[in-house]
Every structure is written in C-alpha cells, then in structure tokens.
C-alpha cells in the first residue's frame, strides 16, 4: 500500500514535470546565441540595453527571457557580426517596431522638448534663483520693515568670519 | 502675486494631460510602421506543399489579408471561427502565415480546426515575420492591389472588427 | 460575515474622516475650542477602524477565505502564510487598504506627538489629514471594495504572482507607504500654515522631524524595492527608471530638499514660501504616484490591472487636492514674510542652489516618465523613455549638486566668502583629484567613472574633514567627551548621509562603469569564463517547492583557480499560474557581486546561462542604508523633542560662546 501511494506521488510530480516542460515550451524555444566573441558581445550587449522587448512589461532584450527578445538579441548579434553599425541595426528595428522599441528616444520635432527639456528647466529654475536673490536685495536696500513683519528675526550667531 | 499662481497653472495643465490620456491611450497598442508601406518581400515554402515557393509579388492586383497564426497560439482558436466564415462569404482572399511553427503540427492544427485560407506561407523561424513586424500571433494585415500594407490589426479578430473594420476598408481598396 | 464587518468598519471609518475633516477645521476657524478637541479623539477612531478593517482582511487571507474576490485573486491554498498575508498589499484594491492604514497611521501619530502644538494647530493639521482620508476611503469604498463577495466562492485561488512570493513583498511595500503617505504630514502642516495664514518660527521645527521620519520610510522603501528587484527579476538589474520606480523616486528628491529647505527656515527664518510649495509639492507627488500606477495610463512591471474608470476618480481626486492646495498657496502665499536677510554667496543662497537641482532633476524625471503618455495622448505616436534617456541626462545634473555637498558647511549663513571656503576644501579637492586620477589611470576608466569617482571622494573627504574639524573646535578649552556632547546629532545626521551619499556615488559609478556580463548557452558540465571568474555548471537537479516546481543548478565559481563559491541559481514553474521564474544566485562581497541566472532551456538540453561580476554593488545598498540612518539621526535630535516654552531661548549649539576655535569652523548643524 505504502508502495503504491509512493508510486502515486512519483507518478503525480512526473506528470506536473511533463506539465511544465509543455507549457513552458509550448513554442520552439529559440536558444540564446554566444559568440565566444568577448568584444562583439559587448557591443551586442550594449545595443540590446538600448533596445525594448516587445512583449514585456518594461524590459529591455538584453535583460529579457522572453521568445521574441532573445530572437531580436541573436538578430542584433548576427547583423554586428556581419558588420553592421550601431545605427544601421537601430533602424533595422524601428524600421519594423516603430520608434517604440527605442529606449533612447529619437531626436525629432515630436521629441524636441523631451532632450531640450532639463537643460531648459534649469535654466529657468537658476534664472529665478538669481532673480530672486537680485529682488531680495533691492528689497533690503530700500526698506527694513515690511521683510520680517511676520516672521522674527531669529537671534545670529556669532560668525564672522 | 501672480506668479504664485504659476504652479497651479502648471498643475493644471499636467491634469489635463493626464486627462487626455486616460482617456485615448492604450498601453497595449502598438501601431505598425509598416501601414502605408510596401510588403516586405520574401520567398518562402508553402505549409503543405514544401516544393512551392511563394512571394508576394504574385498577390499584385487584388486586395488581400494576410493572417500570421501559430499550432501553439491559443487565441488563434479564438479568432479562427471568425476566418472561416470570412472564407465562406468569399469577400477577400486570406493567406495564412504560419509563424515560427513546425510543418507538421501547423498542417494538422489546420486540419483539425479548418483551413480558412487559399494558400498557407510558412516561416519556420520567424525571420520574415520579424520584418513584418510580428511581435506575437495572431496578427493580421490586409494588403491592398499595389502591394502595400494598409491596416494591421494585433490580436484576434472579431466579428466586429470584421463587420466596422475589414469590410469598409475592402470596399475602399477594391475601388482603388 | 466577518468581511462584511470589514466593509462596515470602513464605512465608520469614512463617517469618522468627514467629521474629523470638518468639525475641527470649523473649530480653528471660530477658535472654538470644543470642536477644535475632538481632532486627537476622532483621529484615534479612525485609525482603530482603519486597522479593524485591515486586520480583517489580512486575517481572510491568513484562513483562506476565498469567498472574498480580492483573496480569491491573489491567493491560493498552496501558497505558505507569509505570503498569504503580504498578498493582502499584492492587488490593488488591498493595496489602498494599506496606504489608508498608514495615513491613519500617520495621523494618530501627530495626534499623539503634538503636546506642545497650540490647539489650532493641531486641529487644522489633523483635519487636512482627515480630509485626505475622506478621498481614500470614498475611492475604495465606491470603486475598489477589498471585501467584495465573490458568489459563488471559488474552491481556490488564483495565487499571488510568484514574483511576489518573496520576503521583499512583506517589507517594501509597507515600508514605501509609509514614506509616501509621511509626506502627507507635512502637507498637513503646510495646508495649516496656510489657512491660519502664519509661519512662525515652530512651524519649521514642528514640520522637520515628520518630515525626517517619512523621508527615511521612502529611502528604505526605494532601498528595499531596488535590492528585490536586483535578486528577484534575473537579470542583476537594480533601477530601470520605470513609471513607478520614478514615481516613488520624485518625492524622494523633493523631500530631500524639502528637508534642507526646512533647515533654513528653521535657523534663519527665510524660504517659508518656497518651503511651504515644498510641502505641497513632495505629497502631490506621491498622489501622482498612486495615479500613475492604478489608472492604467502606463505599462510596468509594477502596474496593477488597469482601469480608467479607477484612473479618472484619482485624478478628480488630486484635482481637488493637489488644485486646491495649490490655490490656497496662490492666494496665501504673498502675506507670509521673507524673513531673514542673506548675500548672494551665503548659506542660504547655496541651499536654494541646490533645491534648484533638486527640483529641476524631479521635473527631469517626471518629463521623461510622463512624455510618451502625452505624446500619445495627443496623437503624435508611441515612443519609449527609457535608461539611456534619464541615464544621460540625470547625472549632469546631480554633479553640481554633488560638488554642493561639501562646499555648503564651510559658507556661513547671512553672508559667506569665497576664498575662505576655498582655503578649507583645497586639501580635499587634492587628495580627491589624486584618487580619482590614480584609479583613472590604473584601470583605464572613461571620463565618466572618473568623474564620478572624483565627485565620490570629494563629497566623502569633505564630510570627514568637516566633522573632524567640528570636533576638534575648541580642543584647548574643552575635553573631548565636552566637545563631543556639544556636537547635536542633527550634525551627525548630515554627516552620516552626506557620506551615505558618497558611499553610494562611489558604488554606482564602479558598478556602472567597470560591471561585466556574459551570456552563453551551457551543457552540464561545460563552464563559462568572466574575466578572473570561471563559472562551471556543475550538477542540474530538479526539486519540489511548496507551490512550485524547480531546476536548481550547481555553479562553482573559481576565482584565479581557486574555488571561491558554489551558487545556485534557479529556474522555478509555479504550477498555479504557470508561470516559470528565474531565482538569480548571488554572492555578495565587499568589493565585488557574482551573479548566476538561468534561463531558458533549449531543445539539446542546454540550458541559457547569464553571468555577471558586479564591482561594489554592495556599496550601493550600504550608501543608502547609511542615507537613511543619518535622516534618523537628524530625527531623533534633542531639539525636537523640547517642549516648547513661549519665551525661552533655544539651547542649540549655535548659541554657545563662540570660541577662537569656534571662528574657524562654520556652525554646522543642519
């Protein structure tokens, strides 16, 4: 009886086994490609960083598990291999996905504000620092009531230098 | 004081952004930039006649829907009753695509379920489905007379799609 | 029964928020003190309530209820108890069960450490609070019920996400909540302020420490989700800058100059304004935050299931709080003072310097996280926003601020001078461009790694140096245990987390800079090189987890030869919602982490192998862990737990007789 039960359980978890290599291996799996190339893999690497897994929730190739990232990374690896540029295997990719599959955004009209944006917030916000430095002290040097009506002025230490 | 209203402004005009997108995107949607382009060429075998080869170039002059499908796609099923009937009404040709799948088991999902199409291309890896821009099946273009892709639809289609969709877009393409 | 004794402790909970919104708000505003003392009472109701209906739901998911749809959603027979009650925060509608928790949480606390608050105060704080409660609690009462039946019940569960089946979905989570909705306290403050229509010189002081406190809960929260992520997800990755990674990201940086800026309103009287928007602006970005992830609008790893309808009551939601608020600062904010005066290069100027970096790096972050949606929403196509975008244009602007760090101590308040700054960090600007150069040179780094690194080694020397010299001051007058006691642990505060941040510079730079990866398809038996490391797949066995299926793989590292570790990473099918997992095998040292993942198997039998030596990853952690100690230090000064006494003199360090000594070293205390 023990024996059978045994048996059982090993018939039950060889089934789930059987279970799990089918369905996680319903499609051909497409293997991950290594070149043996150390500085090819690199660059490959690189641009697979740069570039989206379609069918993820936010992942790029390079980090991906999934069919069609590992497809695109052996197709980036395959096309540098023959030669290829950064750039030309770019717009390889977007030729077919659209921008979208470009984690680095192209720079277009559409995206002008996107790269131009920090550098401009910046500039506005150390313009209105110096602005209202240049305002507080005119302030001062023409009045000397109305900037601490509210607040009291907290005792100075001592430091001079 | 007027500044101060600055980032209320501000503010305001993000939530109406947001606003706006709430309302008209989609996440999961990813238009194609293959629409308004040729068809990529290829040259492939068909599905169950391996001495065939088929290219695009011998659809020129009729309208045409290109169905990727898969043995192991499950939404397949799904949408396969809909191609079926679409076959039956006779409106457009349909050309299946079978993506990244084995001869053997593509002809037998076929012969189990039915065979909507009037010729079946098979990409055993999924190369020329990558120039399709193919991200996962079932996906579906619809293929006007000069050989240029005019609509893709991701997903399985419905009934629905076919009815406000397809048949609109078909008349318009057969005029032209 | 019992979970719709849940639903109507909400329900109680919610009353017990309208009346706690409104009475005492009307109190203050009529100075009637009756009304104005139900605040404390009617805060600590709600929360009773609040954690009633809580441990209601954590205990339907501890038996297994799973009559209830949001049990039966995230939960399953199999799945083991701790995870079960973190699956309680693994969906949505939990989720915002939790953060109402912590903002009920968070209220009782002000209701209980506000003594010495004058009762107005107090009332009008604690009735901003409700009032945020009043929206939580309508949102998931109307549109997000956790205790909706599920007829008939299901005979088991879908099962928690097995991404979630980890002990970083029992802490993270909490620990997030509590520095995101923390901030609502200073809003509170910041709301009170406005509506009284003073900021005195307590105001600061009172706000500083809460302030503090949610601060540290976001640091450890953004800690804990980073280093999860680094194990959990496969592949040795610890920040993406994805939606929701950034969405907890901008309250961090806001609140971080939100506590310099409180700093200066403290000591010096002067930023209330620009301190008060400060305020506003940390919580109302963590309300984005909450938009951004449930409304659907994004695509994460993080998303919850969207849906728009959800997505358009938040953003009523922040509509009336966020507008409001915002309102009430454009009409307020003119009669609140300047305060105390200071020079164009001072203390003060430096430290609205780097609030402008710090507010400009958030307006970075949010335009790259918001722009494809608006893109999108106008019509004008779909891109994505990614690492190589906020990537390159971050860390430009973190340099300055970096370079700030150890220049602000040594300018004086009021009115600093150039050339005596110069004169203390010459020194450090050395030794600094020596190691920097020195390591440039050795392992041939880009101009980046060594800029990074140089800035590293200023910003910790400079701290060093700094509290060196502090505790020296007055050396010939005083004992070390005197001078030490003089030193306030605010001062400690800032030093540990200045050092956290050059810890943590150091570590990101290296790891950045120097990491290496290599993918390869592996037989058993076959090895892989990195490197020095030689990783041999030694042995694969397959074995049986609680709710899961596994591969587990025997790696043994060689380091120069010898054996240096045995890792096991492994590849796991959770049988539920079958879904395979990667269980990355990691070996943590001091200068460096080996990482090993498996992934996918092929047909021959070869199994898909990542590895990855990760230089100072380590480093990155203990930065940020020693960020977030010293925001505790900072906290749990003396100086805040005083009781307030209307006309005395404060003791802090700067009224001290000032020694010679003394006038060599700026006072320091932030």
């Given at each position: 009886m023990a024996e059978l039960l045994r048996w059982a359980r090993q018939g039950l978890t060889a089934s789930l086994w059987v279970l799990a290599a089918t369905c996680a291996h319903a499609q051909p799996v497409v293997s991950p490609q290594d070149s043996g190339n150390a500085a090819l893999e690199l660059r490959v690497n690189q641009l697979a960083s740069e570039l989206r897994c379609l069918?993820?929730?936010?992942?790029?190739?390079?980090d991906s598990h999934a069919e069609l990232a590992v497809q695109l990374k052996n197709e980036v690896r395959t096309q540098l291999a023959q030669g290829r540029s950064d750039d030309e295997v770019r717009d390889f990719m977007v030729a077919r996905y659209g921008d979208f599959v470009l984690y680095r955004p192209p720079v277009t009209t559409a995206t002008a504000l996107l790269w131009a944006g920090p550098a401009v917030l910046l500039l506005i916000g150390l313009g209105l620092l110096v602005q209202h430095i240049r305002a507080r002290q005119r302030l001062e040097a023409t009045s000397t009531s109305t900037l601490d009506s509210v607040w009291p002025e907290e005792p100075t230490p001592k430091e001079q230098a | 004081m007027k500044r101060y209203l600055l980032p209320l402004?501000?503010?305001?005009?993000?939530?109406?952004?947001?606003?706006?997108?709430?309302?008209?995107?989609?996440?999961?949607?990813?238009?194609?930039?293959?629409?308004?382009?040729?068809?990529?060429?290829?040259?492939?075998?068909?599905?169950?006649?391996?001495?065939?080869?088929?290219?695009?170039?011998?659809?020129?002059?009729?309208?045409?829907?290109?169905?990727?499908?898969?043995?192991?796609?499950?939404?397949?099923?799904?949408e396969h009753p809909v191609l079926l009937d679409l076959a039956r009404k006779g409106v457009v040709p349909l050309v299946g695509f079978n993506y990244q799948d084995q001869r053997e088991p593509g002809k037998q999902w076929l012969q189990k379920h039915g065979n909507p199409y009037q010729l079946t291309v098979f990409d055993e890896d999924g190369r020329v489905g990558m120039d399709l821009g193919i991200i996962g099946v079932p996906e579906t273009f619809v293929i006007d007379k000069q050989g240029v892709i005019r609509h893709k639809h991701a997903g399985p289609v419905t009934a629905e799609w076919v009815q406000q969709t397809l048949l609109p877009l078909l008349k318009e393409l057969q005029r032209g | 029964m019992i979970p719709e004794l849940g639903q109507t402790a909400l329900i109680v909970a919610l009353g017990l928020s309208l009346l706690l919104g409104s009475l005492p708000l009307w109190g203050a505003y009529r100075q009637q003190a009756h009304l104005m003392s139900l605040a404390r009472p009617l805060a600590a109701g709600q929360f009773a309530f609040a954690a009633l209906a809580f441990g209601i739901l954590i205990h339907a998911f501890v038996v297994m209820d799973f009559s209830v749809a949001y049990v039966a959603d995230n939960a399953n027979s199999l799945l083991p108890v701790q995870f079960r009650v973190a699956a309680a925060w693994g969906g949505h509608e939990g989720s915002l069960l939790l953060w109402q928790l912590m903002l009920s949480g968070w209220t009782l606390a002000v209701a209980l450490f506000s003594r010495?608050?004058?009762?107005?105060?107090?009332?009008?704080?604690?009735?901003?609070?409700?009032l945020i409660s009043v929206g939580i609690l309508s949102f998931t009462l109307f549109t997000s019920n956790p205790f909706a039946r599920l007829i008939p019940s299901a005979p088991d569960g879908q099962d928690l996400n097995p991404l979630l089946q980890d002990p970083g979905m029992i802490f993270h989570p909490p620990l997030l909540y509590m520095g995101y909705v923390g901030f609502s306290v200073a809003f509170a403050f910041a709301i009170a302020a406005l509506l009284e229509g003073k900021l005195d010189a307590a105001w600061a002081k009172w706000t500083r420490p809460w302030t503090l406190a949610a601060w540290v809960f976001l640091t450890l929260g953004i800690l804990l989700g980073s280093f999860w992520a680094y194990y959990e997800l496969g592949w040795g990755g610890w920040w993406f800058w994805d939606a929701v990674e950034n969405a907890s990201f901008m309250p961090w940086l806001v609140g971080t100059a939100l506590i310099h800026?409180?700093?200066?309103?403290?000591?010096?009287?002067?930023?209330?304004?620009?301190?008060?928007?400060?305020?506003?602006?940390?919580?109302s970005l963590s309300l984005l935050g909450t938009f951004l992830v449930r409304s659907g609008v994004l695509t994460s790893v993080h998303a919850f299931a969207s849906d728009p309808q959800r997505g358009l009551y938040i953003l009523v939601f922040l509509l009336i709080v966020i507008g409001g608020s915002l309102a009430l600062y454009a009409w307020r904010a003119s009669q609140v003072g300047l305060g105390g005066r200071f020079a164009a290069f001072s203390r003060e100027s430096l430290l609205l310097l780097n609030n402008v970096f710090l507010v400009v790096s958030m307006g970075t972050v949010l335009l790259g996280t918001l722009?494809?949606?608006?893109?999108?929403?106008?019509?004008?196509?779909?891109?994505?926003?990614?690492p190589p975008y906020f990537d390159a244009v971050f860390a430009p602007l973190m340099l300055p601020l970096l370079l700030l760090i150890s220049v602000g101590p040594y300018v004086v308040w009021k009115q600093g001078s150039v050339a005596r700054a110069w004169h203390e960090l010459r020194g450090v600007a050395l030794v600094s461009v020596l190691l920097a150069g020195g390591i440039a040179l050795s392992q041939r780094t880009s101009v980046g790694v060594t800029t990074g690194l140089l800035l590293a080694f200023w910003v910790l020397l400079g701290s060093v140096q700094h509290a060196v010299q502090r505790l020296r001051a007055g050396s010939e007058q005083r004992s070390f245990a005197q001078r030490w006691r003089a030193v306030p642990l605010a001062f400690w505060g800032m030093v540990v987390a200045h050092i956290g941040v050059g810890v943590f510079v150091l570590g990101v730079t290296l790891v950045k800079g120097l990491d290496q990866v290599r993918d390869a398809s592996l037989q058993v038996g076959q090895s892989l090189t990195l490197g020095d490391y030689r990783f041999d797949f030694k042995t694969l066995?397959?074995?049986?987890?609680?709710?899961?299926?596994?591969?587990?793989?025997?790696?043994?590292?060689?380091?120069?030869g010898r054996l240096l570790a045995t890792l096991h990473p492994e590849k796991r099918f959770y049988v539920v919602q079958r879904m395979p997992m990667t269980e990355a095998?990691?070996?943590?040292?001091?200068?460096?982490?080996?990482?090993?993942?498996?992934?996918?198997?092929?047909?021959?039998?070869?199994?898909?192998?990542?590895?990855?030596?990760?230089?100072?990853?380590?480093?990155?952690?203990?930065?940020?862990?020693?960020?977030?100690?010293?925001?505790?230090?900072?906290?749990?000064?003396g100086r805040y737990r005083q009781r307030a006494r209307a006309a005395a003199p404060e003791h802090t360090p700067t009224s001290v007789t000032p020694t010679a000594a003394d006038l060599n070293v700026a006072p320091t205390t932030l």
């Open positions: 069918v993820c929730q936010n992942q790029t190739i390079a | 402004g501000l503010f305001l005009a993000l939530a109406s952004t947001l606003a706006l997108g709430l309302k008209r995107v989609d996440p999961q949607a990813l238009p194609s930039p293959l629409v308004g382009r040729p068809v990529p060429a290829f040259n492939l075998t068909q599905l169950d006649a391996p001495q065939t080869r088929i290219t695009p170039a011998q659809f020129k002059g009729q309208v045409w829907v290109l169905n990727a499908w898969a043995s192991w796609c499950v939404s397949c099923r799904k | 010495q608050l004058p009762p107005a105060t107090v009332a009008r704080v604690l009735a901003v609070l409700g800026s409180l700093s200066v309103s403290e000591k010096r009287g002067s930023f209330k304004n620009w301190t008060v928007l400060l305020a506003i602006l940390a919580f722009y494809p949606l608006a893109l999108d929403a106008f019509g004008l196509g779909k891109i994505s926003v990614g066995d397959k074995h049986k987890g609680a709710n899961y299926l596994a591969g587990r793989a025997t790696f043994e590292v060689f380091h120069h095998a990691i070996d943590r040292g001091l200068t460096r982490d080996l990482y090993v993942s498996l992934g996918d198997t092929a047909p021959s039998g070869a199994w898909g192998v990542r590895v990855q030596v990760k230089p100072f990853m380590g480093w990155v952690w203990g930065g940020t862990l020693l960020m977030a100690l010293g925001g505790v230090l900072a906290a749990t000064d």
